[in-house]
């Protein structure tokens, strides 16, 4: 009741009555630690992408100057590093509670995702071209004895359309990412190799991140594509061919598991690779006017059992204006590899106002896979919508809603409703 309790009163609240509106300073910082020219290479929850997102200087509801004073020596501190030495790093917490209308178990989830992200240039500190270290310690875990959220997805029937990813129980404390960066061509290519969160770059798009206003997977990563663990093993090359198209390669182990520091996965040989073509208007609009195609394969796992599978997937998000921003993402698979869903489209649009408030609306629909889920399920049809208050520069709340309608796992339930507010903290 507590997470309706808080969107209700949220939602009620207007601009006027949460403070002034906030006007444009040219004199205000665009970050907080100086990582603005971070350079980023893969999706927006990349460790240089969060770095960056994170530091950001937002507008917030609320100024909060005694915390903003008081945090500033740290702050400080952390642009001294960059400066000095070209080490920058952050803390971010994510905290997601949500309650369904109805399940075969348990009707209420809370899960908590941590994350230490760090990276250190070494090489080419003050180049076009630089060579870093990049690392994140990581923990995913349910909260207050409560499920996971990931756990109510499953309760609820979800199959291809997860309704609280990636908020899992099963993610120990792990060195989940640490690999090696280096830019080439101005940093219009680059490679990473090492230990990898996957996500990160197969079908990377400005929306596959959990830090924007999408909680369900149909959303946040393509159910038509097959995943391995977050920290496997692999490398990644991408690159700008002229001035508008990019084409770009990995592979990852097939094996890895996450929460898990395990490299004899990788002696089974078994891979998850991909290719990859893209296209936007230049290589600054790559994250916010982009459209790629993807062809993945995923090998047999023999120990698993897993069959091997493949398929195609197609992203596509175009910013129309500094408040609009819609996107596309669809695919199509064979079923195997453990993809979730053989079909799949899905839509929406971010709409921001001021006070960095984000409303989010989308739809999607997949066709579950039969060689994951088992044959004869029906297909599942989402629809999701929130709205972000920036609380304070570092702190956001998101109340969501989820209609999950044909719930694939849940046969008697034509609908389910899945509230749920997400927390965020940034430092």
Do not use: C
């Amino acid at each position: 009741m507590f997470i309706f309790a808080s969107a209700l009163l949220l939602a009620t609240l207007t601009p006027q009555a949460l403070g002034q509106e906030a006007t444009a300073d040219s004199d205000s910082p665009v970050s907080q630690s100086g990582y603005e020219k971070l350079p980023q290479f893969g999706g927006p929850d990349g460790v240089s992408g969060e770095l960056r997102r994170n530091d950001e200087a937002r507008e917030s509801i609320y100024e909060w100057t005694g915390i903003q004073r008081a945090f500033g020596p740290y702050f400080d501190w952390k642009r001294w590093l960059i400066d000095e030495y070209g080490v920058s790093f952050g803390l971010q917490y994510y905290v997601l509670g949500q309650v369904a209308s109805s399940s075969q178990e348990d009707d209420t989830a809370m899960g908590g995702i941590f994350r230490f992200n760090g990276s250190w240039t070494l090489l080419n500190r003050n180049d076009k071209n630089p060579g870093r270290i990049e690392w994140r310690v990581e923990s995913r875990t349910n909260i207050f004895g409560l499920q996971a959220p990931m756990d109510l997805s499953g309760a609820v029937g979800a199959a291809a359309m997860n309704t609280g990813f990636p908020y899992t129980r099963n993610f120990d404390m792990d060195l989940s990412v640490i690999n090696w960066t280096q830019g080439f061509r101005d940093s219009t290519t680059g490679v990473a190799a090492g230990r990898l969160a996957f996500d990160v770059y197969l079908d990377a798009m400005p929306f596959q991140t959990i830090s924007r206003g999408f909680m369900n997977r149909g959303f946040v990563l393509n159910p038509t594509i097959a995943t391995t663990g977050i920290g496997a093993l692999g490398a990644v090359a991408k690159g700008f061919v002229g001035n508008n198209f990019w084409v770009g390669g990995q592979m990852h182990d097939a094996n890895a598991v996450n929460g898990q520091w395990d490299f004899d996965t990788v002696q089974e040989g078994e891979w998850l690779t991909a290719l990859e073509v893209g296209y936007s208007p230049s290589f600054e609009d790559r994250k916010k006017r982009m459209i790629q195609f993807t062809y993945w394969h995923k090998d047999r796992r023999s120990v698993a059992g897993t069959p091997s599978g493949s398929g195609w997937a197609v992203s596509s998000a175009w910013q129309l204006s500094d408040t609009l921003f819609p996107f596309l993402r669809f695919g199509h698979s064979d079923g195997g590899g453990g993809a979730a869903a053989e079909s799949a489209i899905s839509g929406g649009i971010e709409i921001k106002r001021s006070f960095d408030e984000i409303w989010t609306l989308g739809a999607g629909w997949s066709k579950p896979s039969r060689l994951t889920h088992g044959p004869g399920l029906r297909d599942e049809w989402i629809i999701e919508s929130s709205y972000k208050f920036q609380m304070a520069r570092n702190f956001s709340i998101t109340p969501d809603v989820q209609v999950l309608i044909n719930p694939a796992n849940y046969p008697s339930k034509s609908a389910t409703l899945v509230g749920g507010v997400r927390f965020i903290l940034v430092l």
